[in-house]
T-cell receptor
Framework: DAKTTQPNSMESNEEEPVHLPCNHS???????IHWYRQLPSQGPEYVIH???SNVNNRMASLAIAEDRKSSTLILHRATLRDAAVYYC?????????????FGQGTRLTINP | GAGVSQSPSNKVTEKGKDVELRCDPI?????LYWYRQSLGQGLEFLIY????????KSGLPSDRFSAERTGGSVSTLTIQRTQQEDSAVYLC????????????FGQGTRLTVV
């Protein structure tokens, strides 16, 4: 399984963009990159995923480096509700083998 | 539609007792995952079921832990002879099959061993 490196914590201000980095230099060619987040006292929730191209959805954008060894989750306008632990998770892109293994993640604090 | 449902939401048990934790996945989801999260810690993978394939049990911490999934739907995580270090929130998730499915998590069962 590919290993990931994320900063332990980050801090930002409300209504400003946030860029959360993830290093996954051992990723293989068929691995997808998933991002989940866990709000306080809740189970994790899916944020976004991608393979090679940058991806956008209503929650965030995912920018994937051309060599796929790193990616960045972008929250365009942070709100207080975005305070959470964010996890970057590579998964094998093979049917039936999408075990999600969570690392320590990045704890994001949003200042009002 | 209903999300992933776990029961009980809280369980207090005496050291040495057996406990069963239940997970009802989203209807039609073929993949089911169990995790545990100790206080202030990250999510620890326990076991993963996918369709009719043999489950990936690589995360079970000891032989006191077991899980089954009946009829490809409901799953039960059993912890025998509970220890105080088993105290944690146990989270279940389910997803569709596919190359990169989105997993949906339940609210968890908080287990306290006294």
């Amino acid at each position: 399984d590919a290993k990931t490196t994320q900063p332990n914590s980050m801090e930002s201000n409300e209504e400003e963009p946030v860029h959360l980095p993830c290093n996954h230099s051992t990723i293989s060619g068929t691995d997808y990159i998933h991002w989940y987040r866990q709000l306080p006292s809740q189970g994790p929730e899916y944020v976004i995923h991608g393979l090679t191209s940058n991806v956008n959805n209503r929650m965030a954008s995912l920018a994937i480096a051309e060599d796929r060894k790193s990616s960045t989750l972008i929250l365009h306008r942070a709100t207080l509700r975005d305070a959470a632990v964010y996890y970057c998770i590579p998964t094998r892109g093979i049917q039936g083998a999408q075990k999600l293994v969570f690392g320590q993640g990045t704890r994001l604090t949003i200042n009002p | 539609g209903a999300g992933v449902s776990q029961s009980p939401s809280n369980k207090v048990t005496e050291k040495g007792k057996d406990v069963e934790l239940r997970c009802d996945p989203i209807s039609g989801h073929t993949a089911l995952y169990w995790y545990r999260q100790s206080l202030g810690q990250g999510l620890e993978f326990l076991i993963y079921f996918q369709g009719n394939s043999a489950p990936d049990k690589s995360g079970l911490p000891s032989d006191r832990f077991s899980a089954e999934r009946t009829g490809g739907s409901v799953s039960t995580l059993t912890i025998q002879r509970t220890q105080q270090e088993d105290s944690a929130v146990y989270l279940c998730a389910s997803s569709l099959a596919g190359r990169a499915p989105e997993a949906f998590f339940g609210q968890g069962t908080r287990l306290t061993v006294v």
